[in-house]
Each structure stands twice: as C-alpha cells, then as structure tokens.
C-alpha cells in the first residue's frame, strides 16, 4: 500500500486547509499471484493437447505406431535430465535464501546445462524421426504427438532463455528482492514443466509402447 502526503495549496486551495493524505492500493505479491494465473492458462493449453492426443493417438494413418518409433531409454535420459534440473534448482533457491550469490549462480548455470541438454535430446529425436519419414505430416498421431511434446519443448527453451537473462541479472544486481522474487517465479515456471513432462513421459511414451 503506498501513501501519498497531498498539499492542497499546490491545488489552489486556501492557506489554512491541511494536508491530505491519498492511499493507492494494489494486491500484496501481486507477481506471483499473476503468475499463478499465468501458469493456469498454460495448464489449460496442455489439457487441450494431451486431450488432442488422446482422441488422435490411434490414428496411425497406415503409418508407424509409438511401440514402432518410441525409443525408452533415449527418452529415459532425457527424462533424467530434466528431473535432475529440477533438483539443482533447488539448490539454487536454497543458496538465495541463505545469500549465497555463488552457490546461486553455479547451481543456477548446472540447471541451464541439464534444460540444454533436454532440449538437445528432443530436436536429436525430432530430427530421427523426421528422417525416418514419421513427421508430423505423416498421420494424426504424429501431428498431436508434435504438437504435445513440441510445445513442451518450447516451454523449456524460453525457460532456459529466462533463466540466462535472470544469472546476468543476479550477477549485475545481486539477490535483490526483485531478483528473489523473480527466481521463485521461475522456479514455479520449472517444476510446472516437470510435473508435465512426467505426464508426457506416462502418457505418450509408456503407453504408446503399449500394444
């Protein structure tokens, strides 16, 4: 709540009023509440992709099928990755609470490196699959499988791109209260790209290698 001492006398009013005082009021954490919003217009995005999924994931065209295509282990790894990046940011968010700049950026850095690593995982897939002649053209299962994991991916390469801007940030301005705050922002924006991708994991990969 923010308050402001008012002179009347620079509003032409007389001599001997008083001075009032004006209160502008906003919502306390204000950020985080329309990040939460944020957040819950994205989750409605992936519902309505994995829902896509669910309607087209059998429609294989005459083409190849996920138990066909899908490679486990390959996106185990990258399953790892992203789990792991998850868990350094954790530290990350550790160190700041306990103003440690260091140990914020390196865990900050380690978490940068596993979302890369994902990111480079998925184009390598993306790529063998578009080789293979299974792209997104080829059938309705392929088109939404696409769409389902693709937007995921952009998700964790814009996140990447903030959490780039947010390590120059940190290291020009240090854990200042806009820095914290925007680190919890981001570290929300993280774990929400976790808890999705392990429904992606569950639900189009385990279950698509079903017969």
């Avoid at 940068?112 to 690593?117: D, H, S, V």
């Amino acid at each position: 709540m923010l308050e402001t001492t008012i002179d009347p006398r620079a509003m032409g009013a007389t001599g001997g009023d008083m001075p009032f005082h004006v209160r502008e009021h906003h919502p306390e954490n204000g950020t985080l509440l329309g990040f939460w919003l944020y957040l819950m217009s994205d989750c409605l995005i992936f519902a309505c992709l994995f829902l896509a999924y669910a309607v087209l994931g059998r429609s294989y065209a005459g083409g190849p099928s996920g138990a066909e295509l899908f490679d486990l282990p390959l996106v185990a790894l990258n399953t790892g990755f992203l789990l792991l990046s998850s868990i350094t940011y954790g530290f990350a968010m550790l160190a700041s609470q306990q103003k440690k700049l260091g140990s914020t950026l390196r865990w900050l850095a380690v978490t940068g490196l596993f979302g890369a690593a994902f990111i480079g995982l998925e184009l390598y897939e993306f790529a063998h699959l578009i080789h293979e002649g299974a792209g997104p053209q080829r059938s309705a299962f392929l088109t939404s499988f696409f769409a389902l994991v693709g937007t995921h991916g952009l998700h964790v390469f814009f996140g990447i791109v903030w959490l780039v801007t947010l390590l120059f940030q940190l290291n020009r301005h240090g854990l200042i209260p806009e820095n914290r705050r925007r680190l919890m922002c981001l570290s929300m924006f993280w774990h929400f790209l976790d808890v999705i991708w392990i429904g992606v994991f569950t639900f189009v990969y385990l279950m698509g290698v079903l017969p």
